[in-house]
């Protein structure tokens, strides 16, 4: 039965063919469009994200420098039932260091939300050069850790990122710092911690982050590097580095081990609210463009059936004098602008695709991202998921008013009317 | 012969727009299995808008309506749909042969839409009411290929395709010259004959309706003789 409508759905359909193609071309360059938009929005977005996403932390564990929550006043007995004032509390000089890093490890080591982690000591020093004092930070890290989770090992561009594990007493600067110090890999710098340690460091390697104010200021060392710097023990760390397999758990996971470990846990979405909101933006758009090249699509394809149907009152007429109830000529022109939309939806996620490879290979080259050869292109398949239900959506929409008016017309006034 | 395939009881229609014409009033007659009835009158004095309502493509009147004795009023649209498949047989004074498909296909589809038969059998069908009205060779042309007398013996095999109870025809001859005429007439009698086909024609040719069984004569809505 349907076999038949879909016969003569065809015949009409071939009949017309280049206006049907010129309605599936409408479709076809709009699904494309919206593919393409999306996948080039999104691969910009997670460039963007990736800049800093991928080298922050889901959760940092660490020690703030903050006043205690706990006065001593408080926890006396005798004046436990009053209201105490106590005015200027400042901070105290305690350690910013992390307690019980061991117990900490292994508890990282034994959950299973945990991708991995890395360790990580900050400090605020000066490099001095000649007469010269420039404030910096300097990092010690794990670099297998770093470069596995934080892909440390893209952004060194110049020298080798695992030379500061395997040469003792050695630093890489950030590009901008580097610049300042006018220090070349083999170049000796001097540091000096805000304690007053002074340090000889070779440079193994320049970094590139991509963010200008961040080459800076920013140098790595190793982690023993930077203790011997700090002139603490072996198991003196100030951060952990926490990276989980679901980002979206972090906030969750953080109040967590804040609680467990009895210190600052910060996830990511806190410390980076405003990329969420870039990236979310930008989708947005992205979305309501594509939606209005459909629906400018879906308009062509109304006319072209609307024209259709009062050429064809005659064909619609004597369908429905032999038998053919309403329903089966709404049904005929339903499947007309649903088989416009498959092949228009079809083609165009094919034509998507091809320009996103084209967008994908155009050469993009830009000196604060280092790791970017070309465009970045996103190909989930979502987008063409989504970009093949919107055709279908649309032509199914712009199809339904004809449709039925179609299936509403009178046989009796045609054939009359003759 | 007697069985009653088609009744019309007190059927009446009425145009409100602008003002209340009354266009039927106290049709009542029947049809017997067998019967070459022919409805003729004026321009103007129903005899279509009449056809139209017994077609039941026409669903605005008052009074009864029994074809193969069901009423239908009250029933609903597809469910017409189906009566016209299944019972009524239709041909115009325009042939209305869709041009995209090709002469037997054209005759094959109210078949198809019944699904009693399958394709192959529908076809062979088809091919034996076009052999039976002499146009077999045409078979395969395209409906905007032949003739006008041609189109309209392809829109009578169309017609008989689902085997129906009645053949209903609005001046099936209206279009055609006086040969073309004759063999649509000649066609009509031997179904009616041969095959004790019922047939409703509306026609304004006096000469037509004088060789059918039985003739209606209609003037201002109302029958005058039967």
Same mark, same amino acid.
């Given at each position: 039965?349907?076999?038949?409508?879909?016969?003569?759905?065809?015949?009409?359909?071939?009949?017309?063919?280049?206006?049907?193609?010129?309605?599936?071309?409408?479709?076809?360059?709009?699904?494309?469009?919206?593919?393409?938009?999306?996948?080039?929005?999104?691969?910009? @977005?997670?460039?963007?994200?990736?800049?800093?996403? @991928?080298?922050?932390?889901?959760?940092?564990?660490?020690?703030?420098?903050?006043?205690?929550?706990?006065?001593? +006043?408080?926890?006396? !007995?005798?004046?436990?039932?009053?209201?105490?004032?106590?005015?200027?509390?400042?901070?105290?000089?305690?350690?910013?260091?992390?307690?019980?890093?061991?117990?900490?490890?292994?508890?990282?080591?034994?959950?299973?939300?945990?991708?991995?982690?890395?360790?990580?000591?900050?400090?605020?020093?000066?490099?001095?050069?000649?007469?010269?004092?420039?404030?910096?930070?300097?990092?010690?890290?794990?670099?297998?850790?770093?470069?596995?989770?934080?892909?440390?090992?893209?952004?060194?561009?110049?020298?080798?990122?695992?030379?500061?594990?395997?040469?003792?007493?050695?630093?890489?600067?950030?590009?901008?710092?580097?610049?300042?110090?006018?220090?070349?890999?083999?170049?000796?710098?001097?540091?000096?911690?805000?304690?007053?340690?002074?340090?000889?460091?070779?440079?193994?390697?320049?970094?590139?982050?991509?963010?200008?104010?961040?080459?800076?200021?920013?140098?790595?060392?190793?982690?023993?590097?930077?203790?011997?710097?700090?002139?603490?023990?072996?198991?003196?760390?100030?951060?952990?580095?926490?990276?989980?397999?679901?980002? !979206?758990?972090?906030?969750?996971?953080?109040?967590?081990?804040?609680?467990?470990?009895?210190?600052?846990?910060?996830?990511?979405?806190?410390? !980076?609210?405003?990329?969420?909101?870039?990236?979310?933006?930008?989708?947005?758009?992205?979305?309501?463009?594509?939606?209005?090249?459909?629906?400018?699509?879906?308009?062509?394809?109304?006319?072209?059936?609307?024209?259709?149907?009062?050429?064809?009152?005659?064909?619609?007429?004597?369908?429905?004098?032999?038998?053919?109830?309403?329903?089966?000529?709404?049904?005929?022109?339903?499947?007309?602008?649903?088989?416009?939309?498959?092949?228009?939806?079809?083609?165009?996620?094919?034509?998507?695709?091809?320009?996103?490879?084209?967008?994908?290979?155009?050469?993009?080259?830009?000196?604060?991202?280092?790791?970017?050869?070309?465009?970045? +292109? !996103?190909?989930?398949?979502?987008?063409?998921?989504?970009? +093949?239900?919107?055709?279908?959506?649309?032509?199914?929409?712009?199809?339904?008013?004809?449709?039925?008016?179609?299936?509403?017309?009178?046989?009796?006034?045609?054939?009359?009317?003759? | 012969?007697?069985?009653? =395939?088609?009744?019309?009881?007190?059927?009446?229609?009425?145009?409100?727009?602008?003002?209340?014409?009354?266009?039927?009033?106290?049709?009542?007659?029947?049809?017997?299995?067998?019967?070459?009835?022919?409805?003729?009158?004026?321009?103007?004095?129903?005899?279509?808008?009449?056809?139209?309502?017994?077609?039941?493509?026409?669903?605005?009147?008052?009074?009864?309506?029994?074809?193969?004795?069901?009423?239908?009023?009250?029933?609903?649209?597809?469910?017409?749909?189906?009566?016209?498949?299944?019972?009524?047989?239709?041909?115009?004074?325009?042939?209305?042969?869709?041009?995209?498909?090709?002469?037997?296909?054209?005759?094959?589809?109210?078949?198809?839409?019944?699904?009693?038969?399958?394709?192959?059998?529908?076809?062979?069908?088809?091919?034996?009411?076009?052999?039976?009205?002499?146009?077999?060779?045409?078979?395969?042309?395209?409906?905007?290929?032949?003739?006008?007398?041609?189109?309209?013996?392809?829109? =009578?095999?169309?017609?008989?395709?689902?085997?129906?109870? =009645? =053949?209903?025809?609005?001046?099936?001859?209206?279009?055609?010259?006086?040969?073309?005429?004759?063999?649509?007439?000649?066609?009509?009698?031997?179904?009616?004959?041969?095959?004790?086909?019922?047939?409703?024609?509306?026609?304004?040719?006096?000469?037509?309706?004088?060789?059918?069984?039985?003739?209606?004569?209609?003037?201002?809505?109302?029958?005058?003789?039967?």
């Amino acid at each position: 039965m349907s076999n038949l409508l879909i016969k003569i759905a065809k015949e009409l359909l071939l009949a017309r063919w280049r206006q049907t193609l010129v309605a599936a071309i409408g479709v076809t360059f709009s699904i494309s469009m919206f593919v393409t938009l999306l996948s080039f929005m999104n691969g910009l @977005n997670d460039l963007l994200d990736g800049l800093i996403l @991928n080298r922050t932390a889901h959760v940092r564990i660490y020690n703030e420098v903050k006043p205690s929550k706990k006065q001593v +006043i408080n926890l006396s !007995n005798q004046y436990k039932d009053g209201y105490n004032f106590i005015n200027s509390i400042k901070s105290s000089s305690s350690r910013q260091s992390i307690y019980n890093t061991v117990a900490i490890f292994e508890t990282l080591n034994n959950d299973p939300r945990i991708l991995g982690y890395a360790p990580k000591i900050n400090a605020q020093v000066f490099f001095t050069y000649g007469t010269l004092a420039i404030t910096g930070s300097i990092n010690g890290i794990e670099v297998a850790a770093e470069s596995k989770l934080f892909s440390f090992k893209d952004y060194v561009t110049a020298g080798k990122a695992i030379d500061l594990k395997n040469v003792p007493n050695s630093i890489i600067l950030g590009k901008g710092l580097a610049e300042k110090l006018m220090a070349n890999i083999g170049d000796v710098v001097q540091i000096n911690t805000t304690d007053g340690n002074l340090m000889p460091l070779k440079v193994v390697g320049v970094f590139q982050s991509g963010l200008k104010d961040l080459d800076l200021v920013q140098s790595y060392t190793s982690i023993a590097t930077a203790q011997k710097l700090m002139g603490k023990s072996n198991n003196y760390l100030t951060d952990i580095q926490v990276k989980l397999k679901d980002i !979206n758990q972090a906030p969750k996971i953080a109040k967590e081990y804040a609680l467990l470990f009895d210190c600052d846990a910060e996830d990511i979405q806190t410390a !980076n609210s405003q990329f969420e909101t870039g990236s979310t933006v930008r989708t947005i758009i992205s979305y309501a463009v594509g939606v209005v090249l459909l629906i400018v699509a879906g308009f062509g394809i109304f006319n072209i059936l609307n024209m259709l149907i009062y050429e064809k009152m005659d064909t619609i007429a004597i369908l429905k004098a032999t038998g053919f109830s309403g329903m089966d000529v709404k049904k005929i022109f339903i499947y007309i602008a649903l088989s416009i939309g498959i092949f228009g939806g079809l083609f165009g996620i094919i034509f998507g695709l091809g320009f996103s490879v084209i967008i994908d290979n155009i050469p993009f080259n830009t000196p604060s991202l280092p790791t970017i050869k070309t465009f970045p +292109i !996103n190909y989930k398949s979502t987008y063409y998921i989504i970009g +093949i239900i919107f055709s279908l959506v649309t032509t199914y929409m712009a199809g339904f008013f004809p449709a039925r008016k179609a299936s509403k017309i009178d046989p009796v006034t045609i054939i009359r009317g003759k | 012969m007697s069985e009653i =395939i088609l009744s019309a009881k007190d059927i009446q229609k009425s145009f409100h727009d602008p003002v209340d014409v009354k266009i039927l009033s106290d049709i009542t007659f029947e049809i017997k299995k067998g019967e070459f009835v022919s409805v003729i009158g004026k321009s103007g004095c129903g005899k279509s808008t009449l056809l139209y309502i017994l077609s039941t493509m026409d669903t605005e009147y008052q009074g009864d309506l029994f074809i193969n004795g069901q009423l239908m009023r009250n029933k609903k649209e597809s469910e017409l749909a189906i009566v016209r498949n299944q019972y009524i047989g239709f041909v115009f004074q325009f042939h209305y042969l869709l041009n995209e498909f090709n002469v037997i296909e054209n005759v094959m589809l109210p078949g198809l839409k019944l699904n009693k038969y399958s394709r192959e059998e529908v076809e062979h069908r088809a091919m034996e009411k076009l052999k039976m009205l002499g146009i077999a060779n045409e078979a395969f042309k395209k409906a905007n290929q032949l003739s006008g007398g041609q189109k309209q013996r392809v829109s =009578i095999a169309r017609s008989l395709i689902n085997d129906p109870l =009645i =053949i209903m025809g609005d001046e099936p001859t209206g279009n055609l010259d006086n040969k073309n005429s004759l063999i649509v007439f000649d066609i009509f009698k031997e179904l009616a004959e041969v095959y004790h086909q019922t047939l409703l024609i509306v026609t304004h040719d006096q000469s037509f309706a004088a060789n059918t069984s039985r003739i209606i004569e209609m003037e201002d809505g109302r029958i005058i003789r039967q």
